[in-house]
């Protein structure tokens, strides 16, 4: 290949890949944000971004370094009121594509950032849901992104903040849940996607250089794999330099 690249710009690229142009994307702050403005450079110009904070069509010149950052301002479509952003967009069902993460995950796709721990005595505090819950109910589908760890990745999620596929004992559709909730998860050795048959995220793409054993190691439960398994593309010169040179130069992210 002749260059190098880190898991985070891996990840970032192959999260890229899961946007289609002119989708509607609920778009976070970290690796999600870099690669939706990866995707909007590549593939997808025509892809639609709104943050949190109200920004409806926003173009940023600079990679933004919260969701209250003035950059997403300039050039964006509106300005709305965050109830406007989760009542009117993402309550009404037109938010597309849903980006989550979280301090654990099980195989069904539940997300927990509110405790580690007991909830009345918890070992950690964590920041809670924010919009998260509202994204994984409404969001039409959900990619998540997230580092493998036999921390992160857990056979029972002390909390669920998010709901996945599969929790409790119900499916999505006998919760009442509108959206499809999450398809894939982005990891830095893998992806998993979710599997009707197995009612479970398989893994589904192994990243150049990852084994299932390396992968399986740094999972809390026992994982299945697809009967066919790709190595997925590693990324390109050029989708390197935008990241290095263009989205994140200062590597807040990276």
Known sequence: MGFEYTSSEMMSVRASKELRDREVVFVGIGLPNVACNLARETHAPSLQLIYESGAVGAQPERLPVSIGDPALVT???????QSEVFQYYLQGGRIQVGF?????IDRWGNLNTTVIGPYAK???????????CEI????QRVVIVMRLSPKSFVETCDFITSPGNYSLGKSRREWGLPGAGPT???TDLCVLTWSEVENEFIVSELFPGATPDQVQAKCGWKLKFAKTLPEALAPTREEV?????KLDPQKLYL
């Open 184 to 186: 894939a998860i982005i």
């Open 100 to 104: 989550l993460g979280g301090a654990q």
């Open 75 to 81: 050039g964006a479509l509106s300005i709305v009121s």
């Open 241 to 245: 330099r935008l990241l290095r040179e």
């Open 136 to 139: 994984a109910v409404h969001a």
């Open 122 to 132: 918890p070992k950690v505090r964590l920041p809670g849901s924010g919009g998260a």
